[in-house]
């Protein structure tokens, strides 16, 4: 399903932003991560996962060594971050809770978190752009009284961790409820109001959004990531799987009509699909170079479905992130199956992201599905074995990955994952 175009990449980069930036200057749900959709591959059985599954029934399976640098970090998702239930909302209940949170983390083996401060279009700190978020205020907009984020990265960095800030770039609101009120300030309820800014959000049947095919909503995103770095100690940035909602052309009519018309006279435009991945493309790079305006060091990711040809229709242009340099430092693929899938096994779909993680500069990270493993998930296939999470991490060093970011923390710990959990720390121990 691969198909290495590199030069097609690169022009189709460059001539994409260049009649976009000309158009659109002139006119222009699983709450965490997603579960990846398969489409049919072609590609056969790997040869580096034979031996691995000679050995699926048993509780042993050989130790891979892994780099000295190798990536270890977990997901924290906003739920697991969540106050708005809670009685007791003061900065000591919340930093019980995360301090819960990083001695998991950390006696499972992981070396970094990559925690949720930016869900909804909003904030898990002080905020110049977004509102503060529910999930700390109890209502959008609420103030709490103290520095979530603050707390988090100096907790985590105390306990020797890499801590990531996780941001939703597009989301405002999932369905017509989470959250379920929108503060007076969020750039939803602002923008609504003023005719210039039409378009700039979208509501859709499965939420808001933010419109990525306007220049002023990209310097948003890619400002919203600066601010975090320019006050806080973060290590990296990660945008998740959430770009454009839809394929339906109504998203985003009014724009792509303005560009198409705009280029009509000089050249042939842009289909809808590249036009999308011209502007998500844009708003990746913007952010990329903030970012490494205020601090080179930050890495700066993105953890985008397995599936390529789904990533393509959503306009994540992933083939793009892996080999043309100034998008990403690192590409975490959400490889949510396992080496029973029919469409999509695990060591395909790790073979077909390492093969096209080009760009020398771009480190390779496998997303692995914690939160199915013990469970009745893809026709009961996870519960054969004790041992598929560490059948990964083993393959996935063998294939020279730099690492690995599971899914979530809340099943670090549980009952359904606890052997599997285990033989992952063995490996880790290896």
């Known amino acids: 399903m691969v198909i290495k175009l590199f030069h097609r990449h690169s022009l189709l980069v460059c001539i994409g932003l260049l009649a976009g930036v000309v158009a659109l200057c002139m006119a222009v ?3 965490g991560k997603k579960e990846d959709v398969p489409a049919q591959s072609p590609m056969g059985q790997s040869s580096h996962v034979s031996d691995l599954q000679e050995t699926s029934s048993s509780s042993e399976i050989p130790v891979e060594p892994a780099s000295k640098d190798e990536m270890r970090a977990v997901w924290v998702p906003y739920m697991s971050l969540d106050m708005s239930k809670e009685v007791d909302k003061s900065a000591q209940a919340f930093q019980k809770k995360f ?56 907790a985590t960095h105390k306990a020797g961790m890499e801590f990531h800030a996780w ?5 405002i609101q999932s369905g017509g409820d989470t959250p379920s009120t929108l503060a007076e300030n969020n750039n939803y309820n602002v923008w609504q109001g003023d005719s210039s800014k039409a378009g700039w959000t979208v509501q859709t049947a499965s939420g808001k959004y933010y419109n990525p095919a306007y220049p002023e909503v990209r310097k948003l995103v890619a400002d919203g990531a600066k601010e975090i770095v320019e006050h806080y100690d973060v290590d990296g940035i990660q945008f998740d799987d959430y770009f454009y909602p839809s394929e339906d052309p109504a998203f985003d009519e009014t724009a792509y009509n303005a560009y198409v018309e705009s280029v009509s006279t000089g050249g042939k435009p842009l289909s809808l699909l ?10 990746v790079s913007l952010t990329y170079s903030e970012i490494k305006g205020v601090n080179p060091d930050v ?18 242009d992933v083939e793009a992130w892996c080999s043309v340099r100034g998008y990403v430092d ?19 779909a790790a073979e077909q992201w390492r093969e096209m993680t080009t760009a020398s500069n771009v480190k390779l990270y496998f997303g692995l599905a914690v939160y199915k493993a013990g469970s009745d998930a893809d026709e009961g296939t996870w519960k054969k074995a004790d041992n598929i999470l560490a059948q990964q991490v083993s393959l996935g060093r063998q294939v020279e990955c730099d690492g690995f970011m599971f899914y979530s923390w809340e099943y670090l710990n549980h009952d359904q994952t606890k052997e599997e959990v285990e033989n992952v720390m063995k490996q880790f121990a290896g």
């Open 330 to 348: 690192y590409i975490c693929p959400q490889l949510y199956v396992n080496f029973e899938n029919p469409v999509l096994p695990y060591d395909v």
């Open 29 to 31: 749900n699983f709450f």
């Open 299 to 316: 890495q700066f990711g993105i953890s985008p479905q397995a599936n390529v040809s789904n990533d393509l229709k959503m306009g994540a």
């Open 99 to 154: 301090d819960a949170i990083v001695e998991e983390a950390k006696q499972c083996g992981m070396n970094a978190l990559v925690v949720h401060v930016r869900p909804f279009g909003d904030a898990l700190y002080p905020s110049q752009y977004y509102p503060w978020s529910h999930i700390v205020g109890g209502t959008q907009g609420r103030d709490p009284g103290y520095d979530p984020l603050e707390y988090m990265v100096e």
């Open 274 to 283: 590249e036009w999308r991945r011209a502007n998500v493309n844009a708003m």
């Open 167 to 171: 941001l939703n770039p597009m989301r």
